[in-house]
């Protein structure tokens, strides 16, 4: 049975951002991911969780001036001071929360341009670095055009290829199914492929984004193909809840308050 975490950038927005870590305990959830912590002090992102016996399956690193656009720096050779200085400011919230992975963004580049693509590999390996010994994977997720125009990482292939060759044992690939769906489709016999570098899995309904009950994918079949690859990573409930979020729960239901 998958693990499922509440991601709370985009669930219980009923709520003020710490209280949702209630509402989702109070849902059924043992886990929780979101975008960024960073307006919140540690410490009371981890009285939450642990007032509410949540686990922290996932965040990202600081993407730099979210709301002017920034997407994240990896891909920036302009950024690589940004970069170095979001590692440091991730790094209390790591810490406090006990989350064992985090989420590197790429950033606006275009993915052919050469200087893009050596800064990336270079970010991968540096942040890879600082965080090797605090035993915290760091992820890279495509993403689609449609949604993030111009983001550098927009090609699962790519992704997956690029982990493979780089050996970095603490490297992961986070798989979203959304995006996936949108990119290339073929998503399960990509997650077949994939599965050994996979570190995180995230799903939405396609094309919509909403609650995963319906729509292009089928998510019961997905569900249990994940168990059939013997998935034990956390699956990111990803998506925009159509109302108010406890009345979409019912692709939950069947889940709500397992403890693995
Ligand atoms: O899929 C997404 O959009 C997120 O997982 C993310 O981290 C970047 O927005
Ligand atoms: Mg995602």
């Not at 969780?49 to 922290?56: E, K, V, Y």
């Amino acid at each position: 049975m998958p693990r499922f975490a509440a991601n709370l950038s985009l669930m219980f927005n009923e709520h003020a951002f710490l209280d949702r870590f209630d509402a989702a305990a109070a849902a059924g959830f043992t886990a929780v991911e979101f975008l960024f912590p960073y307006d919140h002090r540690p410490d009371d992102i981890a009285e939450r969780l642990r007032r509410n016996n949540l686990m922290q399956a996932l965040f990202n690193l600081p993407p730099g001036d979210w709301a002017g656009g920034e997407k994240g720096f990896a891909a920036r050779p302009d950024k690589f001071e940004d970069l170095q200085q979001s590692l440091h400011t991730a790094l209390p919230y790591v810490l406090a929360t006990g989350v064992r992975r985090v989420h590197l963004m790429a950033g606006l580049a275009d993915r052919h341009d050469g200087a893009a693509a050596l800064a990336f590999r270079r970010s991968l390996a540096v942040a890879a670095h600082f965080f090797a010994p605090h035993g915290i994977d760091v992820l890279i997720e495509p993403l689609n055009q449609r949604d993030v125009p111009g983001y550098f990482l927009d090609d699962f292939g790519f992704a997956h290829d690029l982990i493979r060759e780089l050996q970095i044992p603490n490297l992961m690939l986070q798989f979203d199914v959304y995006h996936c769906q949108i990119l290339h489709g073929d998503v399960v016999m990509r997650l077949r492929e994939m599965m050994p570098t996979i570190g995180h899995i995230q799903i939405a309904s396609v094309p919509s984004r909403h609650e995963p009950d319906g729509e292009e994918l089928n998510y019961p079949f997905l569900f249990a193909e994940l168990d059939r690859l013997g998935y034990a990573g956390f699956v990111g409930a990803e998506y925009r809840p159509r109302g108010a979020t406890l009345d979409g729960l019912g692709w939950f239901a069947p889940f709500a308050g397992a403890r693995m």
